[in-house]
């Protein structure tokens, strides 16, 4: 579950997010939509713990970021998988690295993952490119590594920021329909994007929620455009 | 120190190559080198006040003037006195040979002592804290008149403390080579860094505690302090190694063998220092850096 109440955040004193309210259920498919530059970066930031918000009250999976110790913010992060809007891959290691970090992070021995990292490749269809470097491969490649990490520490929730942004159409479907298949698992799945053809083709597969943000408001939640 | 340097089983979260890792390379070589230089300078003149307090501690010498006919028994008459005078051991008078040997260089070659009226040299050593000087001069001057007893003092001890005071400069200059090394290396780590901010953001992001990201990062900026200080000292031993050797009073020379104990101690010890320098600079740098991103 997450839970923002009121929540206000800003840089440099002016303030990008305000007043935010939404309830996201535990399973959860939503949307965060919004034309570009309304601070739908800036709440995923925040989802993320990337920023803690100024005031009002944000709560995920039971935890108030802005009253955890480092270590129990690190072992939050943990729990959440995110899909960066430019992949964030680690260039100088190989695909398979890149997806294995956060368990190396979490200070898992490679052999006893080895398996199971084969298979998610595998599930990303990215079973010929995993020793490949991510300069060598492509941004609908590097988005699938991006994903398979996101989800490798088996996380309550993903966030992916404009997933399908740097992708052709055919791949970012593709990528929707590995995000569904994660939500079908029980994740909570919330995705930011400006692309409503996106939103639009997941009718059908997934009830979505979608959240809409406008000029740093939260002004409309639902499940449709 | 395996576990301190090797956060965990996989591949470097810290980008092996780049211009950071450049400088911090080129940083600890150069630094390395300098140690070498500086602390071959130090040995050296530690050496040269060591050897030149050596010579003079425990020797004195009586120079004995006279007409030519009244010379041998002037020296006799000295020699008598100083064979009993409590913190003196051994009496020895320069032979003709050697007085012909150390006016060589200001009147020549074949020199006819016998007729000059050149003043002769007793060598005397001194036993214990040596004699009572004003009490022995007080016996020369009455029994051989022209006798005058000279314990060097008076030269030997500014030399030294210049020797010693060039040793200090040279131990001065490494301890400045070192500061300079750790301000450098963590300028370095800061660089390195700062050149893989988004490294750092993501592998945050993802779950790395602080203490996770700082060790690689150290880890990485050791390994290169090392390799780095491994290089310079190499170069330094050579190139002292190369210098002409200074022949006679070899302590006055730079030179550094290589493959002597000296050397391989160098060798040894420079590039741990330098290593030592980049743990502690890239710790301090890191942690601090740390604090500011995301």
Same mark, same amino acid.
């Given at each position: ?103 190396? &992070? ?30 060598? &491969? ?88 | ?86 913190? @003196? ?88 080579? @070192?500061?300079? *090394? ?23 992001? @993802? ?26 000292? *190499? ?60």
């Amino acid at each position: 579950m997450i839970s923002l109440s009121g929540v206000t955040f800003g840089y440099d004193g002016r303030e990008t997010l305000s007043e935010i309210s939404a309830e996201i259920p535990q399973g959860t498919f939503a949307f965060l939509t919004g034309p570009s530059g309304t601070g739908k970066t800036t709440l995923m930031k925040m989802l993320y713990l990337e920023h803690f918000p100024w005031s009002g009250q944000l709560e995920i999976l039971g935890f108030k970021p802005n009253t955890l110790y480092e270590d129990e913010i690190v072992d939050l992060r943990r729990r959440i998988g995110i899909v960066f809007q430019d992949f964030a891959l680690l260039e100088h290691i190989t695909v398979m690295e890149n997806i294995a970090l956060p368990l190396r &992070i979490a200070g898992k021995r490679s052999e006893d993952y080895r398996e199971d990292m084969e298979q998610l490749v595998k599930w990303v269809g990215l079973g010929q490119r995993m020793h490949a470097l991510p300069p060598q &491969i492509s941004a609908g490649e590097k988005q699938r590594a991006a994903i398979a990490r996101a989800v490798v520490n088996s996380p309550d929730v993903i966030l992916a920021d404009e997933p399908t942004g740097n992708v052709d159409p055919e791949m970012g479907t593709r990528i929707l329909r590995l995000l569904i298949e994660l939500n079908r698992l029980g994740k909570t799945v919330l995705i930011a994007t400006h692309d409503l053809h996106l939103i639009r083709s997941s009718k059908g597969q997934v009830s979505a929620r979608i959240y809409r943000l406008a000029d740093g408001k939260l002004t409309q939640s639902g499940s449709e455009l | 120190m395996i576990g301190l340097l090797c956060p965990d089983d996989g591949p470097p979260i810290v980008p092996t190559r780049g211009w950071s890792a450049w400088i911090t390379i080129t940083t600890a070589a150069a630094m390395g080198f300098l140690a070498i230089i500086c602390l071959a300078a130090g040995l050296a003149a530690g050496r040269l006040a060591a050897t030149w307090e050596a010579d003079f501690e425990g020797l004195a010498t009586v120079s004995v003037q006279a007409e030519v006919g009244e010379i041998e028994s002037r020296i006799a008459r000295a020699v008598e006195i100083l064979e009993t005078t409590p913190g @003196i051991g051994r009496v020895r008078v320069l032979t003709d040979a050697e007085h012909a040997e150390l006016m060589a260089p200001w009147l020549g070659e074949s020199l006819p002592m016998d007729v000059l009226p050149m003043p002769r040299l007793i060598e005397v050593e001194r036993r214990g804290d040596g004699p009572d000087v004003p009490r022995l001069q007080a016996r020369l001057d009455q029994t051989a008149p022209g006798a005058l007893y000279d314990d060097h003092q008076v030269w030997r001890a500014p030399l030294i403390d210049a020797a010693q005071g060039l040793s200090l400069l040279a131990w001065a200059a490494t301890t400045l080579v @070192i500061l300079t *090394a750790a301000g450098m290396l963590a300028l370095a780590a800061q660089a390195s860094l700062a050149g893989n901010r988004d490294v750092v953001r993501v592998v945050r992001l @993802i779950g790395a505690t602080d203490a996770y990201i700082a060790q690689a990062f150290i880890a990485r900026i050791a390994m290169r302090g090392f390799a780095g200080g491994l290089a310079g000292a *190499a170069l330094g031993v050579l190139a002292l190694g190369a210098l002409p050797a200074p022949g006679p009073g070899a302590e006055l020379g730079l030179t550094l063998t290589p493959g002597t104990l000296t050397s391989l101690l160098l060798l040894i010890f420079v590039p741990l220092g330098t290593t030592a320098i980049a743990l502690g600079a890239a710790w301090v740098a890191v942690r601090a850096a740390l604090s500011r991103i995301v």
